[in-house]
């Protein structure tokens, strides 16, 4: 390799463009996938470009809203399993940002990558004694996304009274992680698993019920519908370059009508983040969002049918970008509590006091 240059005035290279850090990211993809590399040097070129504190800026409140989704869209298109921890990393963030102590606010400036774990093992995580704002823990959480490469995270467990009551932890610890309970057909490069909590101390982020509380709670799903978009958006793609020069009439009309899902899904989450990140967000934001989330899954779900049905048995070929991807996405858009979340924007909308069409 040549020297780097000794004149200490000499001019620094410049940063890798958004475009340019996707692309290394999604040429890595495949071998994430089959376990043959970790995603650490993705996670590093996003923090070494810049990538990852613009869209942190951009998706915290009163942050460029449209420009966060879009380098989501970037990321989901490169690479699902990378985009699910980055968001976890924002995620965290935001929280810190809004309720954290002015302690825990300064202690994020680092590299440290951050994460959100919310699901219960068993034994649960649970507050085992508290001093001040210090607290020690038992129990664990499962479904960990990065274990090895989240060094703090975001850690929620339930009062006496049941109220969520949120942890900053530290989580770098190997020993506690438990990656081989990641048994999983899409996902696989997330690194999630279990994590033993058993005595660990955290710091108390926020006051009871802060975690659930809108429109931050259910309102940041458009996040994750800006990674789910995408990842429809990658699957066309690699669908249309299948498909060159020159598909037949049918053929033809399926990538039509693919392309068409994946830009039906980034409206509806434009707009649902426009709405939920208003500085002063409409009495329906949250059901906006929740619309949009069913929306989005529709679409993924009918593109996932129209990607098999143009490509064939080619789309379940092991070690292609197609059968990556659509395992990938069919395995993201199941979040928790789905036909809740449906239920709940429909009952919000049935008690609106305007008629559909002036909600938002």
């Known amino acids: 390799m040549p020297s780097p240059p000794s004149n200490a005035t000499a001019t620094r290279l410049p940063h890798p463009s958004p475009h ?3 692309a290394a990211i999604a040429r890595r993809a495949g071998a994430a996938d089959r376990g043959e ?13 810049g990538l990852l504190a613009r869209l942190t800026r951009a998706c915290l409140p009163n942050g460029d809203t449209l420009a966060g989704c879009d380098i989501l869209r970037a990321l989901g298109r490169a690479n699902l399993s990378v985009g699910r921890l980055v968001e976890g990393h924002v995620n965290a963030l935001r929280l810190i940002r809004l309720y954290g102590q002015p302690v ?4 994020v400036s680092g590299p440290v ?3 959100v774990w919310g699901a219960d093992d068993d034994p649960p995580a649970r507050i085992d004694s508290q001093e001040g704002k210090d607290a020690r823990l038992s129990g664990g959480k499962k479904f960990c996304s990065g274990l090895g490469l989240v060094g703090r995270a975001v850690v929620t467990v339930q009062d006496d009274e049941g109220a969520v009551q949120m942890l900053l932890v530290d989580v770098g610890d190997p020993r506690r992680a438990d990656p081989q309970s990641w048994q999983v057909s899409g996902m696989r490069a997330t ?3 279990r994590y033993d909590l058993e005595g660990l101390q955290g710091g108390l982020l926020g006051k009871p019920g802060d975690f659930l509380r809108e429109p931050h709670f259910e309102g940041g799903v458009w996040r994750y519908l800006a990674l789910h978009t995408g990842g429809l958006e990658a699957l066309a793609e ?21 392309v068409s899902a994946a830009n039906t899904a980034r409206l ?30 529709t679409a993924c779900q009918h593109g996932i049918a129209l990607a098999e049905r143009a490509v064939g048995t080619a789309a379940f070929a092991s070690g292609t970008s197609i059968d990556r991807i659509r395992r990938d996405l069919a395995f993201f858009l199941r979040q928790a509590d789905l036909d809740g979340k449906m239920l709940r924007a429909s009952t919000d909308i049935a008690e609106a006091g305007q008629p559909v069409g002036e909600m938002w």
Do not use: Y
């Not at 669908?239 to 009309?253: D, E, F, I, Y």
């Not at 989450?269 to 929740?290: C, F, I, M």
């Open 20 to 22: 340019m850090v996707c």
């Open 37 to 49: 590399d970790d995603l650490s040097a993705d996670i590093a070129a996003l923090v070494d470009s």
């Open 104 to 107: 825990q606010q300064a202690s």
């Open 113 to 115: 990558l951050h994460g």
């Open 191 to 193: 690194a999630s698993g």
């Open 238 to 258: 690699a669908v249309r370059q299948k498909l060159n020069p020159n598909p037949q009439p049918l053929q033809a009309a399926r990538l039509f009508e693919l």
């Open 268 to 297: 509806w989450t434009e707009a649902a983040a426009l709405a939920a990140e208003s500085p002063r967000p409409a009495p329906h934001a949250v059901a906006r969002v929740l619309m949009a989330r069913q929306a989005v899954e």
